[in-house]
């Protein structure tokens, strides 16, 4: 080399030396004062509140850095487990829903917050006419208090209720007529022994369905009982009813006329012999019996199911309705809703709030346009997004979410319940609903808030009086609730029992009929932006992203209709065009449809998902609609399901879920050549108890960071949850069986997946855990192909792009947010079992498997799911499998799965068909 | 045999001359469908296997099918150039350079596809070797997929090697009659020296019959591993003893097909009728109709296995064959295979060269189907649930096929114009 070469490689290598310098030094500052209490990295848990109408659910909330990551269940004295379902689940997801994030405005135009309100508040207290504010029904005594001081202050301001449920209110004026009591009774599923519910979806559409799904499930005797379903259509309860009746809703009233009589002992008109046996089974024996109607019931039907019900014995001792409790937040509707009607129609409204109600969603035409006949300018609304109504109004602030704000509220176990903010208001601009009528209160100069400030100190002074005792609060909401019971028995007495109503012997016309119900998944609609709800599929029919018009086969083909048309469905001059989905179970004549989707507002997610079944309501229709026209448009839609078959191919796996026998036989041991030294995790779930209620599969979407995918990917096949729960039937003798099928990572002792990965990326871990190492994957998809459950789930897309803020907040920061291309699957919570390994290890004693567990197990409100381990031979899972016969899934590949299932069948049940 | 007089200067014209419109017009439409396949694959990588088909439930989709397909038609290449060599069938003479050509290009092709099918191609292409580490973080070795990586390398590798041993004699020849000054020098250099002494034509002739020999053995072998990918997995209808030989069957019968379509296409365009018989024409296609039968018995000890198995998801998967939205390409796919060959029972039709073309063309096609109900239509039925779930390829995913097919006839034309594709120290008088 020459000289000159020499010098010029020399220059070239110190420009890249100077090239790969370090940045300049940049001085980080650490947290010198740090928030007490919180420590990066470690959860705290604050005891809060989440209500579903009138339905309060204490709930514990994980926070993480001051940020909430996971709810959980508030665990209540004198309940088994969970009471926990999907809404609360998913309670995170509109928090942090960047579609939330909206200004308040005035006729359009952004304004500050105290500006709007003070509008609404002025124009509210200083109209000559009446101010109606229309809310949702709730359970919360303060707001009540609150009403009743404004009204006294200035009786110009009214408060109304509209429940987006239960348009006639028939189980109130029952109640109210024979009973005389204002409200709805809550009854005891615990102490019942047979429950016949007479189209009344106890456990799905029914707010209530997680308390009724603890109380059944988790009662003491749970597998002598037996619960009869006569409905309809096929809901959830009718999936896990040991005994179902698809009945025309025409029926049911004589049905009920038939029961009451066979009680009473007289002529029964029809023939339902099956039924009748049951109940006479039961009928006279010392056991408890309760008949549950539907709120969509007739007044008729709903006073002889009192009446079947006091014949009984359900209001005596031991009875179900012997606590004689009311569900709080159920009195004086009817009237509140009647009155508004009135009001409205004979023009005497001048201001109109929505206080977090969306009307101009749900109500049917006469009642949206006698809301309209209101000028726009004198419309307000205060809800959680900008909605239907809140287009429809002048002025609008942005709602608070439960999560941000001070609440209370009585559960329906009767626990005063204090709901405490777990996060400064994400939304600057919002408002809650107590605050609100705070500032009512203020400004109406009411003599009890003038020495307050905030709805805080108003809640505090009216829970501790005027001697606040800082322990005793502080005690509440750390607990989360108040010691004591708040509901006490109330008077009944039966009216009108006595008085032999005649009853109408004519047959029944059985004419076409629409039955509408809230939807499963989202309620009346206030959770459709919600894409964990969305895409959550459908219980029964499995159906995500939408609602469909459900009929069996006969009813279609009667119709011209075949799954996947488009019918187009008129009524009251309104039309609605909707897919068509065949679910054999439904009765004959009957068309089922899901209310809450097709909203034209409130969100992107919301937005174009299905169609508004409401529009094809009028004032007088009740839930059952009989005055419609159906026919087909030619036009199909691909509907998107994640499971479109039911039957059960595999017969051993028939025989393992409904025949299985009860006795328990001895299983070969496993033959795996590793041994299982320290822990060995597993998980035992029961089919009898699973709803499929979805609050596991919500729970398991929010602890591992899984995406939402969308309505296109799902009709692709492209499903994400790692925990789906199948439905199978099959016949039985001459009955339909159904059995929910939870499916997820088996976690194979000799798992298929395990050898064919050619990266290693999934392996077995020393614990019997299948095990995903995420960034080693290549995504050959080798193992998805090798499952033969196929419950590996694959990134097809970069999911993690499409996270607006502040919605990253959501994140469980303990869990890997996977790329697009790799395989992914259920991880048996390793980051919880992680976590209790630590805090083992600190405290130096083995990991304690009680108090270890997975999201779906923790989230269950029926217990259905047992997480633990079996080299414990204490631990809660053994035990239970040392008394159980149970199957693994697919048996016959010896892939020998960590999850054991125990089937169907029952002794109760083998011993009566043997009788 | 006979030898092929004037192939030298022919070999040397097909060289030396212009290209021809006819030749710039298809090299044109091959490199338009190779880009149509970049274009695929461009969108596969940046959008993510959300543009494919595939799904949950069948998570395998075209793109195992091509690799499984082009891998069995390098097979006939290797089947011609060194089977027959060892058995001394003398008719292989004027086919298997082109043959081992058409090895080459084939496995470069199958190689791809599963590189881009992959759901993070960048991290696969070096992970799937092993390679000593730090972390002591090797391959898995139990799975089929490392067992693929391994075959695939060892048989290309070899039947590189293959095909340059037998390309040496003829580039000495020809280092001194092309025009080209590149190509001269080119031939020069991997000619090695060579220049016919009776020394070198003995090391020669040890040399090729050896590796002759080891190419035969994986003839054999390779597709049986490709075949263990679906074999020792727990999948109904793939779950089977008979797929190695049936796989290797059929990718010789493919290969076959293959070869006979692409070498009458070149044969008309530069006159070989001129110099050259049909009788290795007639001797593919016996080959062809010999396989064809065996295949047939493939398909029905799958379906009769399926019977005697008794086990419901494996009958599931067949009623699925027959009665899904695959019928068609099922019962196709019996017709291609199995109905077809049949037509060389007769020795006019084997050595009618254009329908000769047509029948081995769709015998292709057939053969393709065949690996898409088989990867496919085992894969859409779990144990568990009843109804199958279907598959439908998208645009990226018939691109891909386009731009396979591109690249192949692309690198075969350039191919033929810069080597000798007849072997003209084994036809020269």
């Not at chain 1, 600190?842 to 009680?850: V, W």
């Not at chain 2, 060289?15 to 274009?39: E, F, H, V």
């Not at chain 2, 395998?60 to 027959?84: D, K, M, N, P, R």
């Not at chain 2, 018989?277 to 047939?296: F, P, R, W």
Request: aromatic share 12%.
């Amino acid at each position: 080399m020459r000289r000159r070469d020499f010098i010029q490689g020399l220059g070239a290598a110190m420009a890249l030396n100077a090239a790969a310098c370090r940045r300049p030094e940049q001085r980080a500052v650490p947290l010198v004062n740090p928030v007490e209490y919180v420590i990066p990295g470690v959860s705290n848990y604050y005891s809060t509140l989440f209500t579903l109408q009138n339905i309060a659910f204490p709930i514990l909330v994980e926070t993480r850095d001051e940020k909430p990551v996971k709810i959980e269940a508030n665990l209540l004295p004198g309940r088994k487990g969970a009471v926990s379902d999907k809404y609360m689940q998913s309670a995170l997801y509109s928090l942090y829903d960047p579609d939330r994030f909206q200004n308040a405005s005035i006729e359009n135009k952004k304004t500050g917050k105290e500006e709007a309100i003070d509008k609404i508040i002025k124009s509210l207290a200083s109209s000559s006419g009446i101010s109606a504010v229309i809310t949702d029904i709730s359970c919360s005594p303060s707001s009540l208090e609150m009403k009743k001081q404004i009204s006294i202050a200035n009786p110009k301001i009214m408060f109304f209720e509209m429940n987006p449920l239960d348009r006639n209110y028939y189980l109130q004026e029952a109640n109210k007529a024979v009973l005389g009591l204002d409200g709805e009774l809550l009854p005891d599923l615990s102490a019942a022994d047979l429950i016949i519910t007479l189209d009344s979806d106890i456990f799905g559409t029914d707010p209530l369905a997680a308390y009724y799904a603890n109380s059944w499930f988790q009662s003491q005797n749970f597998e002598e009982n037996r619960l009869i379903a006569i409905e309809a259509g096929l809901s959830p309860t009718g999936i896990v009813a040991d005994k179902r009746f698809a009945i025309h809703p025409d029926k049911f009233e004589r049905l009920l006329n038939d029961i009451n009589n066979l009680l009473e002992q007289k002529a029964v008109i029809s023939q339902n012999n099956e039924l009748y046996n049951e109940i006479s089974d039961y009928f006279g024996k010392n056991k408890s019996i309760v008949i549950l109607g539907g709120k969509q019931l007739s007044i008729r039907a709903h006073t002889l199911i009192i009446k079947i019900n006091k014949l009984l014995g359900a209001f005596t001792d031991g009875g179900a309705y012997s606590t004689k409790s009311i569900l709080p937040g159920s009195e004086g509707r009817k009237e509140s809703e009647k009155e508004l009607r009135d009001l409205l129609t004979g023009n005497k409204i001048e201001n109109l709030l929505f206080l977090d109600i969306n009307p101009f969603y749900f109500a049917e035409s006469t009642l949206k346009n006698l809301i309209s006949k209101v000028p726009i300018n004198r419309r307000f609304a205060i809800n959680f997004y900008k909605d239907e109504t809140a287009e429809n109004c002048s002025v609008f602030i942005p709602l608070s979410h439960s999560l941000e704000s001070w609440r209370d509220a009585v559960s329906p176990d009767g626990y005063y319940v204090i709901g405490q903010p777990v996060i400064n208001p994400l939304n600057k601009n919002s408002v809650s609903k107590e605050e609100f009528m705070f500032l009512i209160c203020k400004n109406l100069n009411i003599s009890a808030f003038q020495d307050l400030n905030t709805f805080y100190d108003y809640l505090r002074k009216s829970c501790l009086g005027d001697a606040p005792d800082r322990m005793s609060w502080e005690n509440a909401l750390r607990r989360g609730y108040f010691e004591g019971k708040r509901i006490s028995a109330t008077e009944i007495k039966f009216n009108q029992l006595n008085s032999d109503e005649k009853i109408i012997d004519i047959a029944p016309k059985e004419e076409l009929s629409l039955i509408i119900t809230p939807s499963l998944n989202i309620f009346d609609g206030r959770f459709a932006n919600c894409a964990w709800l969305q895409e959550l599929p459908h219980p029964v029919s499995k159906q995500c992203w939408g609602n469909s018009l459900a009929m069996n086969n006969r009813t279609a083909v009667k119709q011209g209709l075949k799954e996947g048309d488009i019918a187009k469905i008129e009524s009251n001059g309104n039309s609605l065009e909707l897919s068509v989905l065949i679910i054999d179970e439904i009765a004959n004549d009957v068309i089922c449809c899901e209310s809450g989707y097709g909203r034209s507002a409130g969100g992107n997610i919301a937005k174009g998902t299905g169609g508004n079944i409401n529009l094809l309501f009028d004032t007088s229709s009740d839930t059952i609609l009989q005055v419609f026209k159906i026919y087909p448009t030619g036009k199909t839609y691909k509907i998107a399901r994640t499971q479109t078959d039911f039957s059960l191919t595999n017969l051993k796996l028939e025989k393992d879920i409904f025949y299985q026998p009860a006795e328990i036989q001895k299983k070969k041991s496993s033959d795996s050549n590793f041994e299982y030294t320290g822990n060995r995790w597993a998980m035992a779930i029961d089919l009898k108890k699973c709803t499929a209620c979805g609050a596991c599969q919500i729970a398991c979407q929010s602890e591992n960071n899984i995406p939402s995918v969308g309505k296109d990917e799902i009709i692709r096949g492209r499903n994400m949850l790692w925990l789906n729960i199948e439905r199978y039937t099959t016949v039985i003798g001459k009955e339909r069986k159904h059995v929910n099928l939870p499916l997820l990572c088996q976690h194979c002792e000799k798992a298929p997946c395990e050898n064919v990965c050619p990266v290693a990326a999934t392996t077995h871990s020393p614990e019997g855990i299948n095990e995903m190492t995420y960034n080693r994957c290549i995504g050959a998809r080798f193992c998805m192909v090798n499952c033969p459950y196929k419950i590996r789930r694959f990134n097809f897309k970069n999911h993690a792009k499409d996270i607006h803020t502040p919605f990253e907040n959501i994140l469980n920061p303990d869990v890997t947010v996977r790329m697009q291309g790799i395989a992914e699957k259920c991880t048996f919570c390793i980051q919880r079992i992680n976590e209790a390994r630590k805090n083992a290890r600190k405290s130096g004693l083995a990991i304690d498997d009680t108090k270890l567990q997975t999201a779906c197990q923790q989230s269950c409100p029926t217990g259905a799911i047992l997480f633990g381990n079996i080299n414990n031979k204490e631990s809660a899972i053994s035990k239970k499998l040392s008394c159980t016969q149970y199957f693994k899934l697919l048996e016959e590949l010896n892939t020998q799965p960590s999850i054991s299932y125990i089937g169907l069948n029952r002794n109760a049940d083998t011993e009566r068909a043997a009788k | 045999m006979k030898k092929m007089p004037g192939v030298e200067n022919m070999l040397i014209h097909i060289i030396n001359d212009k290209t021809s419109w006819k030749y710039r017009l298809t090299i044109s439409i091959t490199l338009l469908m190779t880009l149509i396949g970049l274009a695929g694959a461009y969108f596969t990588i940046n959008r993510g296997l959300s543009s494919w088909g595939i799904h949950n439930y069948v998570s395998w989709g075209v793109a195992i099918v091509s690799f499984v397909f082009w891998i069995g038609i390098a097979h006939a290449g290797t089947l011609i150039s060194a089977i027959l060599y060892m058995l001394n069938q003398e008719w292989r003479a004027p086919l298997h350079r082109a043959a081992e050509a058409m090895t080459i290009f084939s496995v470069i092709v199958a190689a791809l596809f599963p590189i881009i099918h992959t759901g993070r191609p960048w991290f696969s292409l070096y992970w799937l070797f092993p390679y000593p580490n730090q972390m002591g973080m090797w391959v898995n070795f139990s799975s089929p997929l490392v067992w693929d990586i391994f075959a695939i390398l060892t048989y290309f590798i070899l039947s590189l090697c293959f095909w340059y041993l037998g390309l040496i004699p003829d580039l000495a020849i020809l280092k001194y009659k092309i025009k080209s000054k590149t190509l001269s020098r080119l031939y020069d250099f991997f000619a090695l020296g060579w220049s016919g002494s009776s020394k070198q034509w003995k090391v020669y002739r040890n040399t090729y019959v050896t590796l002759a020999g080891i190419a035969t053995a994986l003839v054999i072998s390779v597709h049986s591993i490709v075949s263990t990918d679906f074999a020792v997995t727990l999948v109904n209808g793939w779950h089977s003893t008979i797929f190695p030989p049936y796989f290797v069957v059929g990718a010789i019968m493919s290969g076959c097909a293959m070869v006979s379509c692409i070498l009458i296409v070149t044969r008309y365009s530069f006159e070989i009728g001129k110099i050259s018989g049909t009788e290795h024409y007639d001797k593919l296609n016996k080959i062809i109709l010999a396989t064809s039968l065996m295949l047939s018995y493939c398909y029905l000890a799958e379906l009769f296995f399926a019977w005697y198995s008794g086990s419901s998801s494996e009958l599931g998967i067949i009623y699925g064959r027959v009665y899904s939205d695959y019928s068609l390409l099922f019962f196709a796919m019996l017709f291609l295979n199995v109905v077809l060959p049949q037509l060389y029972w007769s020795k006019s039709i084997r050595n009618n060269l254009p329908i000769v073309f047509l029948i081995n063309f769709l015998i292709n096609i057939g053969m393709w189907l065949e690996r898409f109900i088989i990867v496919v239509s085992s894969l859409f039925r779990t144990s568990l649930s009843g109804k199958p779930e279907m598959y439908y390829p998208t645009l990226t995913d018939i691109s891909l096929i386009i731009g396979s097919f591109g690249l192949f006839l692309t690198m075969y034309l350039i191919f033929v114009r810069i080597f000798p594709i007849i072997s003209i120290y084994e036809n020269k008088e």
